[in-house]
């Protein structure tokens, strides 16, 4: 997981250090603070604060390689979304939800990939506690899936968008998209 502190934000936003203060204490930005009391802010977080007030992306987190965790119990399906993503994110796979759930917490991903057709698995539920818990709540979860009828109740769960799974192009330009990954590949 990629952090940044108040300077790094103060210098995107162009605005002086005290302000960053001022907009993490009236809660305008997802933050923690150190064991030392210092601001540190998760880069998604980051983005959707730009986003939302109509900053620019910085190069600096445009052209980063953000942390993707892929749950994909097929092999091959594997290897194909390794061959399609690898260039703009850092990739851990899984073929077992388990121990990808495991891998969570040490991996610290900021997008998660998984197929709502996992065996013996309940996805939704996953996407709910997912999203439901502190420490995974900023986990963006990409739902790659031939079940389009499960769409909408994936999205309430707390999917963060739903891609056909023979959309290799279509899956990479969500997670670019929602990582603010400028366009060059």
Known sequence: MELFTASDLASFCQVDLKTIHNWSEKGEIPHFRTPGRHLRFRRLDVLDFLRKYGYSIPEALRTSKPR?????????????????????????????????????????????????DLASFDVMRLLARLHALEATAHIRTVVYTRRTDAAEQALAAGATDIVAKDDLAGLRDSLEKLMGLGAAR
């Open 68 to 116: 993707l965790v892929v749950i994909e119990s097929d092999a091959n399906a594997m290897q194909a979304l390794k061959r399609a993503l690898s260039k703009r994110f850092e990739i851990s796979g899984f073929a077992d939800p388990y121990d990808a759930l495991i891998g969570l917490s040490s991996l610290q991903p900021e997008a998660l990939v998984l197929d709502l």
